[in-house]
């Protein structure tokens, strides 16, 4: 009884910040979208880089942009993890080899960070603070620089122009990560997260054996970490370690710190576009997925019917802190992975079929509630172009979304991008399985050991992050496989985005008619969440059935 109020008074908590975060923080987005005017420090970064901060971009010269920036980034993160041994502040750490240097560097740049590896022993600090965090701040600035021109894409009219990739990035890097990570880190630190530059240090444990703990600069890439929606941990257990997620408090603040952006967007699009009520149904049909896969995952941890120990124990504990106990490891685990964020601070192997399955089936969503930062709300709006064309197809009549007619050209792209990950996830999953010697990476056999690979391909072209943790995936086949399925997850989707924003911003607006579809009432919010479903649940069924329903039925 006391667990379940605990876990009520924790929601209820988190929903009442999240809330209350809503409307300040999307519209302050919105201002730095707009505002035409450039801070001083904005400015040397233009200046520096021969950037004209007040050209337009076309949409195929903004996609160059984002495309030409991540692979300079991915070529410099490889080279860093390739030389980290001759870096200060190495602590002894070996080169990366080039296998997992080139599938760590595709992870951090596409905002996936998956990692093969154990932080705290193969990597120096130099590296986790100028590598990867520096990463974890321009990744999530790129997804929402792309969501910012796709909502321009809706407000403008008869123009091939969508913004300045290079403005909106530094913008959102100056004006919003940089400020709320350095606040966040600090009330971090007042919990108990680690922020020093300590090498290992040798203890001796109870039992009288020896272990050694390395510190390090924790809390500053902790706050990036959830806020961006990365989930790379300094640490190999993640948000599970002590001296990442100390307390139920801390945890607590993780969780809405990886929540309070990609929330927070949807206000963003109501205001860019001028009408407040499209963000309030878009973000809706968010809090509806997430709340609903909340309480699935809750329910399956709380009456685990797996085991007789499950029911002693009041549920499913394997794999989970008993610090923070099952109410929060699955609000956490449910957030994580509708999200694009990965971070874990309990084993998503050890949960039930359902609770499991249903991870699974959150990244299968495209991490569309409420998603990555940035990337959920632009997958999310594409969802929505395919409901308003089929509400379309319903009445007999062109389908129109905030005054712009849905043509055959826009759905060709909107398509594109819908198809795109589950074609990387079923072709990687299919691949891994049909070779012989990827399957002995696996370390459980039948349905819960294809779940294990059914899960590495999602979470990699979904850019989550997460694993299951029963699939040995550093090897060389599943370092370039995974890398690639980050890469074409990430970036081919973006090209159908932008596209998508160049041609509607070439367009003439239409006016509003009594035929015209409200996409701001209680109806159109429904039927968006009936679109996600029914499109994931026809797209992934069969593997789902074959991995983590096969399971739970077998059971």
Same mark, same amino acid.
């Given at each position: 009884?006391?667990?379940?109020?605990?876990?009520?008074?924790?929601?209820?908590?988190?929903?009442?910040?999240?809330?209350?975060?809503?409307? @300040?923080?999307?519209?302050?987005?919105?201002?730095?979208?707009?505002?035409?005017?450039?801070?001083? +420090?904005?400015?040397?970064? $233009?200046?520096?880089?021969?950037?004209? @901060?007040?050209?337009?971009?076309?949409? #195929?010269? $903004?996609?160059?942009?984002?495309? #030409?920036?991540?692979?300079?980034?991915?070529?410099?993160?490889?080279?860093?993890?390739?030389?980290?041994?001759?870096?200060?502040?190495?602590?002894?750490?070996?080169?990366?080899?080039?296998?997992?240097?080139?599938?760590?560097?595709? =992870?951090?740049?596409?905002?996936?960070?998956?990692?093969?590896?154990?932080?705290?022993?193969?990597?120096?600090?130099?590296?986790?603070?100028?590598?990867? +965090?520096?990463?974890?701040?321009? =990744? +999530?600035?790129?997804?929402?620089?792309?969501?910012?021109?796709?909502?321009?894409?809706?407000?403008?009219?008869?123009?091939?122009?969508?913004?300045?990739?290079?403005?909106?990035?530094?913008?959102?890097?100056?004006?919003?990560?940089?400020?709320?990570?350095?606040?966040?880190?600090?009330?971090?630190?007042?919990?108990?997260?680690?922020?020093?530059?300590?090498?290992?240090?040798?203890?001796?444990? %109870?039992?009288?054996?020896?272990?050694? %703990?390395?510190?390090?600069?924790?809390?500053?890439?902790?706050? %990036?970490?959830?806020?961006?929606?990365?989930?790379?941990?300094?640490?190999? +257990?993640? =948000?599970?370690? @002590?001296?990442?997620?100390?307390?139920?408090?801390?945890?607590?603040?993780?969780?809405?710190?990886?929540?309070?952006?990609?929330?927070?967007?949807?206000?963003?699009?109501?205001?860019?576009?001028?009408?407040?009520?499209?963000?309030?149904? %878009?973000?809706?049909?968010?809090?509806?997925?997430?709340?609903?896969?909340?309480?699935?995952?809750?329910?399956?941890?709380?009456?685990?019917?797996?085991?007789?120990?499950?029911? #002693?124990?009041?549920?499913?504990?394997?794999?989970?802190?008993?610090?923070?106990?099952?109410?929060?490891?699955?609000?956490?685990?449910?957030?994580?992975?509708?999200?694009?964020?990965?971070?874990?601070?309990?084993?998503?192997?050890? *949960?039930?079929?359902?609770?499991?399955?249903?991870?699974?089936?959150?990244?299968?969503?495209?991490?569309?509630?409420?998603?990555?930062?940035?990337?959920?709300?632009?997958?999310?709006?594409?969802?929505?172009?395919?409901?308003?064309?089929?509400?379309?197809?319903?009445?007999?009549?062109?389908?129109?979304?905030?005054?712009?007619?849905?043509?055959?050209?826009?759905?060709?792209? #909107?398509?594109?991008?819908?198809?795109?990950?589950?074609?990387?996830?079923?072709?990687?999953?299919?691949?891994?399985?049909?070779?012989?010697?990827?399957?002995? !990476?696996?370390?459980?056999?039948? @349905?819960?050991?294809?779940?294990?690979?059914? *899960?590495?391909?999602?979470?990699?072209?979904?850019?989550?992050?997460? !694993?299951?943790?029963?699939?040995?995936?550093?090897?060389?086949?599943?370092?370039?496989?995974?890398?690639?399925?980050?890469?074409?997850?990430?970036?081919?989707?973006?090209?159908?985005?932008?596209?998508?924003?160049?041609?509607?911003?070439?367009?003439?607006?239409?006016?509003?008619? !009594?035929?015209?579809?409200?996409?701001?009432?209680?109806?159109?919010?429904?039927?968006?969440?009936?679109?996600?479903?029914?499109?994931?649940?026809?797209? $992934?069924?069969?593997?789902?059935?074959?991995?983590?329903?096969?399971?739970?039925?077998?059971?």
């Amino acid at each position: 009884m006391t667990d379940t109020l605990a876990g009520c008074l924790q929601l209820l908590a988190l929903a009442g910040a999240l809330v209350l975060s809503y409307r @300040p923080l999307g519209d302050y987005l919105a201002w730095i979208l707009t505002s035409p005017s450039h801070w001083r +420090a904005e400015r040397l970064f $233009y200046r520096a880089g021969g950037v004209d @901060p007040d050209a337009d971009q076309r949409w #195929a010269v $903004y996609l160059t942009g984002v495309l #030409a920036f991540s692979a300079v980034c991915v070529l410099s993160l490889y080279g860093f993890l390739r030389l980290q041994n001759h870096l200060p502040l190495a602590l002894g750490t070996p080169q990366m080899d080039a296998g997992q240097a080139f599938n760590t560097a595709a =992870s951090f740049v596409t905002n996936t960070n998956w990692q093969s590896y154990s932080g705290e022993s193969a990597l120096g600090h130099l590296v986790q603070m100028t590598g990867l +965090a520096v990463q974890n701040f321009v =990744s +999530a600035a790129v997804g929402i620089a792309v969501v910012a021109a796709l909502i321009r894409g809706f407000t403008r009219t008869r123009t091939d122009r969508v913004g300045n990739f290079w403005v909106d990035l530094t913008r959102v890097v100056v004006r919003v990560l940089l400020p709320l990570a350095f606040v966040f880190a600090l009330v971090l630190v007042t919990t108990g997260v680690v922020q020093n530059l300590h090498s290992g240090q040798e203890l001796t444990t %109870i039992a009288g054996g020896h272990q050694t %703990i390395t510190g390090g600069p924790v809390a500053s890439q902790e706050a %990036i970490k959830e806020l961006g929606t990365n989930g790379g941990g300094f640490y190999n +257990a993640n =948000s599970a370690h @002590p001296f990442e997620n100390p307390t139920a408090f801390s945890n607590l603040i993780e969780i809405y710190l990886l929540l309070v952006i990609a929330f927070s967007l949807p206000r963003t699009f109501g205001r860019m576009v001028g009408d407040n009520r499209q963000g309030y149904a %878009i973000v809706s049909v968010m809090v509806l997925i997430w709340a609903a896969s909340v309480a699935v995952i809750t329910v399956n941890e709380l009456h685990s019917t797996s085991s007789t120990a499950g029911h #002693a124990a009041g549920g499913m504990t394997e794999g989970k802190e008993q610090r923070l106990g099952i109410w929060a490891s699955a609000l956490f685990a449910a957030s994580t992975t509708l999200t694009s964020t990965g971070a874990v601070n309990s084993a998503h192997d050890s *949960y039930t079929p359902g609770g499991g399955g249903t991870t699974i089936f959150n990244m299968m969503l495209g991490e569309i509630a409420p998603g990555g930062a940035g990337s959920g709300l632009y997958g999310i709006l594409v969802l929505a172009v395919v409901a308003v064309f089929i509400a379309g197809l319903m009445v007999g009549r062109t389908p129109e979304y905030l005054g712009k007619k849905l043509r055959g050209k826009e759905i060709k792209f #909107a398509s594109l991008y819908i198809l795109t990950t589950p074609t990387v996830v079923l072709t990687g999953a299919g691949t891994a399985m049909a070779l012989r010697g990827e399957r002995t !990476a696996m370390l459980n056999t039948g @349905p819960h050991g294809f779940s294990e690979v059914l *899960y590495a391909f999602t979470s990699a072209a979904n850019n989550n992050g997460s !694993a299951f943790a029963g699939l040995s995936a550093d090897t060389t086949w599943y370092n370039t496989a995974l890398g690639l399925a980050m890469l074409f997850g990430r970036f081919l989707p973006v090209v159908f985005v932008l596209a998508l924003a160049g041609s509607l911003a070439e367009q003439q607006p239409v006016p509003v008619t !009594a035929g015209t579809l409200p996409t701001h009432r209680p109806q159109f919010a429904g039927l968006l969440a009936a679109v996600v479903l029914i499109v994931v649940g026809l797209t $992934y069924f069969p593997a789902l059935a074959l991995g983590p329903l096969a399971e739970g039925l077998r059971r």
